[in-house]
T-cell receptor, first 111, second 117 residues
Framework: AQSVTQLGSHVSVSEGALVLLRCNYS??????LFWYVQYPNQGLQLLLKYTSAATLVKGINGFEAEFKKSETSFHLTKPSAHMSDAAEYFCAVTGGNKLTFGTGTQLKVEL | GAVVSQHPSWVICKSGTSVKIECRSL??????MFWYRQFPKQSLMLMAT?????????EQGVEKDKFLINHASLTLSTLTVTSAHPEDSSFYIC?????????????FGPGTRLTVL
């Protein structure tokens, strides 16, 4: 069985500041991990994925995430936030046929 | 590549009517499609998994007679909400998994907003 915990349902940062969205996972098998972004009234867009290759994964829009097995974490970061980054972010894990999503983190970017 | 479409993007219907939502993989073959439901400010809840040519597998608590899923081809799955009621109002999202991928990456449609009056 797999599960995902996203710490912080709401995160607020200033434009230009570091973005850090936390994700911890639990999996009984080697996991594949994903970060998705969702804008209002839209579907999910894949930001990046970890599929057991490099532990530091670079994605679209300047986002990256590091897989840390010892910490069972897959935190999402971006060095400098932009207003267009304001959205809902979901971490997800799969070890089989299904994706298990976290509860999501709403990112707010302030001027 | 890997584009998934949904139709309609939004629908309003009267209580007691049935509504069909289509999910299409536009540029790849999807052996497996998934249907999710999302309530406001919440995460996605998996409703069912459908494999082309076979019956869908429903998650616990999802009424299979109310949410009919058909996956008749490698590019099309449909979700029919039968005898819809206001509590069925929600955002429905489908996803598709491309044949041959080993790590269950799913490509998501843009969602369908269902409002039942």
């Amino acid at each position: 069985a797999q599960s995902v915990t996203q710490l912080g349902s709401h995160v607020s940062v200033s434009e230009g500041a570091l973005v850090l969205l936390r994700c911890n996972y639990s999996s009984s098998v080697p996991p594949y991990l994903f970060w998705y972004v969702q804008y209002p009234n839209q579907g999910l867009q894949l930001l990046l994925k970890y599929t057991s290759a490099a532990t530091l994964v670079k994605g679209i829009n300047g986002f990256e995430a590091e897989f840390k097995k010892s910490e069972t974490s897959f935190h999402l970061t971006k060095p400098s936030a932009h207003m267009s980054d304001a959205a809902e972010y979901f971490c997800a894990v799969t070890g089989g046929n299904k994706l298990t999503f976290g509860t999501g983190t709403q990112l707010k970017v302030e001027l | 590549g890997a584009v998934v479409s949904q139709h309609p993007s939004w629908v309003i219907c009267k209580s007691g009517t049935s509504v069909k939502i289509e999910c299409r993989s536009l540029d790849f073959q999807a052996t497996t499609m998934f249907w999710y439901r999302q309530f406001p400010k919440q995460s996605l809840m998996l409703m069912a998994t459908s494999n082309e040519g076979s019956k869908a597998t429903y998650e616990q608590g999802v009424e299979k007679d109310k949410f009919l899923i058909n996956h008749a081809s490698l590019t099309l799955s449909t979700l029919t909400v039968t005898s819809a009621h206001p509590e069925d109002s929600s955002f429905y999202i489908c996803s598709a998994r491309e044949a041959g991928l080993t790590y269950n990456e799913q490509f998501f449609g843009p969602g369908t907003r269902l409002t039942v009056l």
